[in-house]
C-alpha cells in the first residue's frame, strides 16, 4: 500500500510512445482523471513523444478520443478537459536519433523558467521493449538524468525476455540511472484490491493468526480473460502466457498473499517482504515441469455467441505457433510459514469469464459432533479476493439452516466495494503515476524481485522451449483451458475455484 497522498511538486512528464496503445487507453485518462480530482501538481506539462506527425491541437483530439473511450469518467468533464488540454504537448521526435534528445533538454529549460523553478523530469517509456535500451542508452547522458531525486524513469514491462536479458535490461539501467529513480511497473499493484490484501491481512487480529500452513490447505490465484491477444499478436509471439501474465502480475499477487508482515510501509521494507517470498519458491527442476505446469493454446470456436478465430489464425501469429495462450503452475514455498501449502496459479486468453480471484482454502474442521446428514454439505471455510470483475471479498462458512433438526449449509459474507463505499476507486494507473510524482517506489518492482521472478520460471520456460507441444491448440474458446489443466490439480484432490454465477458478467 503506498503511503497517503499529498499533491506533488512540479512535474514534466515526458511520453514515449506517446501515440501508442498504452497512452491512449491508460496513461492519458489516468492523468486527466488525476486532474479532475485535484491529484495533479499546480504546475504540470505532459509531452507525447513519437515519430508520427501530430500537432499540439490534432494530438489532444486523438487522446480525448481515448479519453471518451476508454476512461471510467468520458467527455470533457463539463470543459475540465480544455484546462487540461492546455497542459498536453506533443513533441514529434526519433527516438533512435541521438541528437534529437537535444529538444527534450530545451523544452525543460523553457519550462523551469515559465514555473520559477525546476520541476521533477519523468520519463515514461510507453513503447515497444525492443526500444527500451536504445532509449534508455540515449536519455542517461542528458545532465538532467544525473539529478536522483527530480528526474525517474518509469519502464514498462515487459522486464526483459528472459533471466539473461532483464539482468541486462537491469545493467544498463543501473549504469544510467540510480535505483531509486527507476520505477518499473506492474499495474497490477496499482488496483485498489490487491492494495487491500495488505489491509486485510494486517489491519485484522482475525486472518493472520490462521493465516499459515496449519489451518489453510491450499491458495489458487486465477487470472482469466475472455479477449483473445486483440491485435498484438506479434508481441504475443515473443511472450506467451507465462511471461506476459506469471512472470510479473500472478508472482506479485502471490507474493502480497504469502509475505510476512512489514515492519512498516516503506518502499523497500514491503519490497524485501515480498522478494522474500520469491527466493522461497522452490525450483521447479526442469525434467520435473510436466508434474508442476500445463500449458495451452486456444482454437477457433464460439464465445458469447460470436465466432472466434484460433490463436494460430490471429493476425501476425504464425499457422504453427507453439506460443501458450494458458499457462498453469502448482508452486510451494518453503518456508515456516508455507511448507507442504501448494499455490496453484492459472491465466489464459479467450476463457469463460474475465475473473481474477485468489482463494484462500481453508482446511476442514472436524465434523464428527454433527448427524451424518449434515455432512453432506460439510465445506471447509474459504477465503476469496476477487478483483475483477467484481471488487469484493467473500467469507465461506458453515451455518445451520433454519428448522428442526441439525441441517447445515456454507453461506457466503460478502464485502462488496459497491455497496460499502461511495467513491469512485481509482484505476491502477492513476494510483501508479501519482506515486510516481510522488516518489513513492512501494508498488513498483525493485531490480531483485524482478531478477528474482524471472529465476522461478526460468526452468519451466526452458523446458517448454526444449519440448514443444504436441497437442496445441488444446482448448476451446469460452472453456476453462486445457484438462490437463483440471488434471494438474485434480491429481491433489482439489479443483479450481471460479466465482459463483450472480458475480459473473
Ligand atoms: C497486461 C498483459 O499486462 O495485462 C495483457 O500484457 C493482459 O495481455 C492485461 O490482457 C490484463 O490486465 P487487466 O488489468 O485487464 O487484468
Redesign the pocket.
Known amino acids: 500500500m503506498s503511503s497517503n497522498h499529498k499533491r506533488p511538486p512540479s512535474a514534466l512528464i515526458f511520453i514515449f510512445g506517446g501515440s501508442g496503445d498504452l497512452n491512449h487507453r491508460k496513461l492519458s485518462p489516468a492523468l486527466f482523471n488525476l486532474y479532475i480530482d485535484n491529484w495533479m501538481p499546480e504546475k504540470f506539462d505532459i509531452v507525447g513523444i513519437s515519430r508520427r506527425p501530430y500537432d499540439d491541437n490534432s494530438y489532444r483530439n486523438h487522446l480525448l478520443n481515448g479519453i471518451n473511450k476508454f476512461s471510467r469518467r468520458k467527455d470533457d468533464q463539463n470543459g475540465a478537459w480544455a484546462q487540461f488540454a492546455e497542459h498536453i504537448h506533443y513533441l514529434q521526435m526519433d527516438a533512435e536519433n541521438e541528437a534529437e534528445y537535444q529538444k527534450i533538454l530545451e523544452i525543460v529549460q523553457q519550462k523551469e523558467q515559465e514555473y520559477g523553478e525546476h520541476p521533477q523530469v519523468i520519463f515514461y517509456l510507453a513503447v515497444a521493449p525492443q526500444l527500451v535500451p536504445g532509449i534508455v542508452s540515449k536519455l542517461g547522458p542528458l545532465n538532467i538524468c544525473a539529478d536522483t531525486k527530480c528526474t525517474r524513469v518509469v519502464v514498462e ?1 515487459p522486464f526483459g525476455h528472459d533471466l539473461k536479458s532483464a539482468l541486462e535490461l537491469n545493467k544498463l539501467l543501473a549504469s544510467m540511472f540510480d535505483e531509486k529513480q527507476i520505477y518499473r511497473i506492474d ?2 499493484l496499482g ?1 485498489e484490491t490487491v492494495q487491500n490484501i495488505l489491509a486485510l491481512r494486517f489491519a485484522n487480529a482475525l486472518f493472520e493468526p490462521i493465516w499459515n500452513r496449519n489451518y489453510i490447505d491450499h491458495i489458487q490465484v486465477t ?1 482469466t ?1 475472455t ?1 483473445g491477444v486483440e491485435g ?1 499478436g506479434e508481441f504475443y509471439e515473443s511472450s506467451g502466457a507465462l511471461r ?2 506469471v512472470q ?2 500472478i508472482l506479485q499477487l502471490l507474493c502480497m498473499v504469502a509475505m510476512e508482515a512489514p515492519v512498516n510501509f516503506d518502499a523497500d521494507e514491503i519490497r524485501n517482504k515480498k522478494v522474500d517470498v520469491l527466493h522461497a519458491i522452490r525450483k521447479i527442476s526442469k525434467d520435473q515441469v510436466h508434474n508442476h505446469a500445463v500449458r495451452g493454446q486456444y482454437g477457433a470456436g464460439w464465445l458469447r455467441a460470436e465466432e472466434v478465430p484460433g490463436y494460430r489464425q490471429e493476425k501476425n501469429v504464425a499457422p504453427d505457433s507453439d506460443t501458450e495462450t494458458f499457462a498453469a503452475v502448482k508452486f510451494h514455498i518453503d518456508n515456516w510459514r508455507w511448507q507442504d501449502v501448494p499455490f496453484y496459479v492459472r491465466t489464459g486468453k479467450r476463457m469463460n469469464e474475465k475473473e ?1 480471484i485468489i482463494t484462500i482454502q481453508f482446511k476442514a474442521a472436524p465434523n464428527y459432533a454433527f448427524p451424518p446428514e449434515a455432512a453432506d454439505t460439510w465445506r471447509p471455510n474459504r477465503l476469496t479476493i476477487s478483483i ?1 470483475p467484481e471488487m469484493d471479498i467473500r467469507l465461506r462458512f458453515q451455518a445451520k439452516r433454519p428448522g428442526q433438526g441439525v441441517s447445515l449449509s456454507p453461506v457466503d459474507m460478502i464485502f462488496s466495494y459497491k455497496d460499502a463505499y461511495t467513491e469512485e476507486e481509482p484505476e ?1 494507473y492513476e494510483t501508479l503515476l501519482l506515486d510516481v510524482m510522488e516518489g513513492d517506489a512501494t508498488l513498483f518492482m525493485r531490480e531483485d524481485q524482478v531478477a528474482a521472478a524471472w529465476r522461478i520460471i526460468m526452468p519451466i520456460l526452458e523446458a517448454w522451449t526444449d519440448r514443444p507441444p504436441v497437442d496445441f491448440p488444446n482448448y476451446s474458446p469460452g472453456s476453462w483451458g486445457p484438462e490437463d489443466a483440471e488434471a494438474l490439480i485434480a491429481r491433489d484432490g482439489r479443483n479450481w475455484v471460479t466465482l459463483p454465477p450472480p458475480h459473473k458478467e
Do not use: C
Open positions: 514491462k499495474h497490477y488496483k487470472v480473460e479477449v498484438r506476459d501474465m510479473n502480475h481474477t475483477a491502477a
